[in-house]
């Protein structure tokens, strides 16, 4: 169910006009759908619904998309949330999550960190080395509590997605390698302040085969049944997130939440643990598109230059890692054309696509960056002192901004300096 489609001509999100958007709001905007997000949460958690021991925990991956009223919708929806910054871990909490619902992952958690998220609560730690495990102990001794924790367990296997988000090989800074799992595990175990008790393992995102996670969760499984044999209470396993979404035609098909929850109950039938999953451009990837308007059009040495108002400062995902992104008109002519898409920062990498055969549109026209919703908004920036877009939530036939314009001089520095 697509909750982006034309009516009477017109490209809407669920009942609202996208043009009712870009008069009242500006472009560029991200716009997410209500029930989008909500749909997702709900195939989720029945994909995954009764595997494991207990019922599972699907904590939304908040890097994902972090607007304080996703989460809150989300969490309304019934997901927890992982988390890698405190940052983060405010933003969920202040959205309603409860503190058992949250997971704590991140290479670089810092002591500080780590002391506000025990001292507020949360469901455990994702511990990604045997340094961080020692400092996390000390955190927790220093406050008398006790911190729940898992390794995350670098499986070693390649994820068949872009060199820069794959997570889960030897050459990745994440997890600690499987090899030394039995050692930490034990030494971890000795520790004070420390309750072992989960494993962890992400290997990458946008994936479009089951395959390496399957490897990479029997990876896992294998070392439960290590990790029990030496004594250690294993009773949680977090599978991580990492399913890619349909970027749409043409566009490599990744198997649907269901596939994969069968998959994930015939791996782990046999675990007796709790199951935990971080899902973040699943849920809401394409529940968001980026609504832009054409500047100018310039003519190209091979096909013009359509120049909209959005750059690579609002969506990075192209220039980062050479990403896909449908585009449509949002008012389309019924006609095609060849163009280069590109924004306006003084980079050449400022291109969204080259060559593309889309809705023929003119200076002045609406268009759409499609599966926006996840990793979009989040990773914009100010660069070329451009203001960072402004969000709007559509629910049925209502919309409301969610996040302001921010004005590029609330990013400017401070008003007055003062040398000491
Ligand atoms: C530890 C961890 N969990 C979950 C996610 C969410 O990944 P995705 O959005 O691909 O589901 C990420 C990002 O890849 C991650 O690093
Ligand atoms: N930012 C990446 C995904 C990173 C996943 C982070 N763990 C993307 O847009 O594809």
Not at 50 to 74: F, I, M
């Amino acid at each position: 169910m697509d909750h982006f489609q034309l009516i009477d001509g017109a490209l809407h999100c669920e009942g609202v006009p996208l043009e009712t958007i870009a008069d009242a709001v500006g472009t560029p905007t991200y716009v997410y759908s209500a029930a989008t997000m909500d749909r997702h949460a709900a195939v989720m958690q029945a994909a995954v619904a009764g595997a494991g021991a207990g019922e599972p925990l699907v904590a939304y991956a908040v890097k994902a998309n972090p607007n304080a009223h996703v989460l809150a919708r989300l969490g309304a929806a019934g997901l927890g949330a992982d988390v890698v910054s405190i940052g983060e871990y405010r933003r969920a909490r202040a959205a309603g999550i409860a503190p058992d619902r949250i997971v704590f992952s991140g290479v670089g958690k810092t002591a500080g960190e780590m002391a506000e998220a025990l001292s507020g609560g949360l469901f455990q730690f994702n511990v990604e080395s045997m340094e961080e495990a020692r400092t996390l102990s000390a955190v927790a001794a220093a406050q008398g509590r006790v911190a729940p924790m898992g390794f995350r367990i670098n499986p070693d296997v390649s994820a068949g997605t872009h060199a820069k988000i794959t997570t889960g090989t030897a050459d990745n800074k994440f997890g600690v390698p499987a090899a030394d799992a039995t050692a930490f595990y034990a030494e971890a175990a000795g520790l004070p302040g420390l309750a072992v008790h989960g494993i962890t393992v992400h290997i990458g995102s946008q994936l479009t085969s089951l395959a390496p996670l399957e490897a990479a969760f029997e990876r896992v499984g294998e070392l439960i049944a290590a990790l029990r044999a030496q004594g250690n209470d294993i009773r949680i396993a977090d599978l991580g997130g990492g399913l890619g979404v349909p970027h749409g035609p043409g566009q490599p098909e990744p198997p649907g939440p269901e596939a994969y929850g069968e998959m994930v109950r015939r791996v782990t039938a046999g675990w007796n643990a709790r199951l935990l999953f971080e899902p973040g451009r699943l849920i809401v990837g394409n529940a968001g598109v980026l609504l832009t308007r054409v500047v100018r059009v310039k003519p190209g040495a091979r096909s013009p230059w359509l120049i909209v108002d959005a750059g690579m400062n609002d969506l990075m995902r192209p220039a980062l890692y050479d990403a896909y992104h449908r585009i449509e008109a949002v008012r389309p002519s019924g006609m095609n054309q060849v163009v280069n898409v590109v924004g306006p920062v003084c980079e050449t990498g400022d291109t969204f696509t080259m060559n593309r055969e889309m809705d023929r549109v003119e200076e002045g026209d609406l268009i759409v960056f499609r599966t926006a919703g996840a990793y979009g908004a989040t990773l914009s920036n100010g660069y070329n002192s451009r203001p960072l877009a402004a969000e709007v939530l559509v629910d049925g036939d209502k919309w409301a901004l969610i996040r302001r314009r921010i004005d590029p001089d609330a990013l400017a520095g401070v008003d007055e300096v003062a040398w000491r």
